[in-house]
């Protein structure tokens, strides 16, 4: 089981940009999928969650209406499309492979209930 995700890059404010997370060794579409991200200095924190079967999404509060997470089983992939981008989005972004498939953000919104884990991209939001 492995996990890809690339797409990560420099963008200035207000950009958008659209991180891929690549699943292997495994049917995406049969599991949960999050995304983290962790700033230089601080704790890993979720972004956004996709449950396995009906797509069911979530997206953190402060982050509705620009971060949008989706799937495309064809290519067992999840996608993160932000926009609006603001320089505090600077990070290194994580998906993961959640352990089941939750419904309370009490579960998929904590790192301990992944259990594979891809690379991480880096997006830095920058003038």
């Known amino acids: 089981v492995q996990l890809q995700a690339s797409g990560g890059g420099l963008v200035q404010p207000g950009g958008s940009l659209r991180l891929s997370c690549v699943g292997s060794g495994f049917v995406l579409a049969y599991s949960a999928v999050g995304w983290f991200r962790q700033a230089p200095g601080k704790e890993r924190e979720w972004v956004s969650y996709?449950?396995?079967?009906?797509?069911?999404?979530y997206v953190e509060d402060s982050l509705k209406g620009r971060f949008t997470i989706s799937r495309d089983n064809d290519k067992n992939t999840v996608y993160l499309q932000m926009n609006s981008l603001k320089p505090e989005d600077t990070a290194v972004y994580f998906c993961?492979?959640?352990?089941?498939?939750?419904?309370?953000?009490?579960?998929?919104?904590?790192?301990?209930?992944?259990?594979?884990w891809g690379q991480g991209t880096l997006v830095t939001v920058s003038s």
């Open positions: 996709i449950s396995s079967g009906d797509g069911l999404t």
């Open positions: 993961a492979r959640s352990i089941s498939s939750y419904s309370s953000p009490y579960y998929f919104s904590l790192p301990a209930y992944y259990n594979y």
